[in-house]
């Protein structure tokens, strides 16, 4: 399968902190990605990288094969706070993007119909249809991050980038729309990459998840969750392989947290 993202060998720096150095990831055209690690590890520096907000300062950031130099036009982005414009129903937050991002916006209101139409229908995938006329105001937390991820695919992107989505909601809000967010990804088949600290989640949700060293960040491990069928649901919980993953990937975490001089210790105290 051809590869959507590709970094090579990258590194960046902010000033004289390096933040992620010799980072090598690939994700597949029409896969679902995930990337965990300890805090600090890069995993917001991956996104910029990947979205061309901040470019690479050694190394190589490909899309469709080419290598980036600027932000990359077929990318969405949910974020962990909706970030609904309070003055706009649901149905007005969703239609935004089309408002404002070429070429889009310049056949708004020649198109008007037609992109109606298309957020109501990711507004009736996610169980909002019967809200495209209520305010912010009158959604609960999960709602709204609902209509933030319909807001995040109203421009049919390639590329849908996940910055800890459902991390401001409560454990069963979040399982209902890890549930909503594959619904979308099955029936739809863009890419996905989400960052997230919920090792369930990244498990749950992705084909494979990406574990991230301490700064500087590089990608240590790549889990494959294959033998997962789709979709997943309660019972995947209860898989003991799944709870095994769970488990491994904690530890593997645990010990890029752990300070290099505390490891070493321990590592010349085992006989």
């Not at 805090?39 to 990288?49: E, F, I, Q, R």
């Not at 310049?106 to 992109?115: I, L, M, N, S, T």
């Not at 494959?224 to 919980?237: G, L, W």
């Amino acid at each position: 399968m051809k590869n959507l993202v590709e970094l090579v060998n990258v590194s960046l720096s902010y000033g004289k902190t390096l933040a992620v150095s010799d980072l090598n990831m690939t994700v597949a055209a029409g896969s679902f990605a995930a990337v965990v690690g300890p805090s600090g590890c890069g995993k917001s520096s991956l996104m910029k990288l990947v979205t061309g907000l901040m470019p690479a300062t050694t190394g190589s950031v490909l899309i469709d094969e080419k290598e980036i130099d600027g932000p990359v036009s077929i990318v969405g982005m949910a974020f962990q706070n909706p970030n609904l414009l309070p003055w706009r129903t649901t149905l007005e937050n969703v239609l935004l993007p089309l408002e404002v991002v070429r070429p889009e916006r310049h056949q708004f209101r020649a198109r008007r119909k037609e992109f109606i139409e298309r957020a109501m229908d990711l507004l009736r995938i996610v169980g909002l249809d019967s809200f495209a006329d209520h305010y912010p105001w009158q959604l609960s937390g999960g709602m709204q991050q609902r209509v933030s991820l319909c807001r995040s695919l109203i421009h049919q992107p390639r590329l849908l980038m996940l910055d800890e989505p459902f991390g401001a909601l409560d454990a069963f809000t979040r399982e209902e729309l890890w549930d909503v967010l594959q619904t979308i990804w099955l029936e739809r088949k863009f890419t996905a990459i989400l960052v997230t600290h919920d090792l369930r989640e990244a498990l749950y949700l992705a084909d494979k998840v990406h574990v991230m060293s301490n700064r500087p960040g590089r990608v240590v491990r790549c889990v494959d969750t294959a033998e997962f069928a789709r979709p997943r649901d309660e019972y995947t919980f209860i898989d003991p392989k799944f709870n095994e993953n769970v488990m491994e990937l904690r530890s593997e975490i645990r010990a890029q947290r752990m300070p290099i001089d505390i490891k070493t210790s321990a590592t010349e105290a085992t006989p």
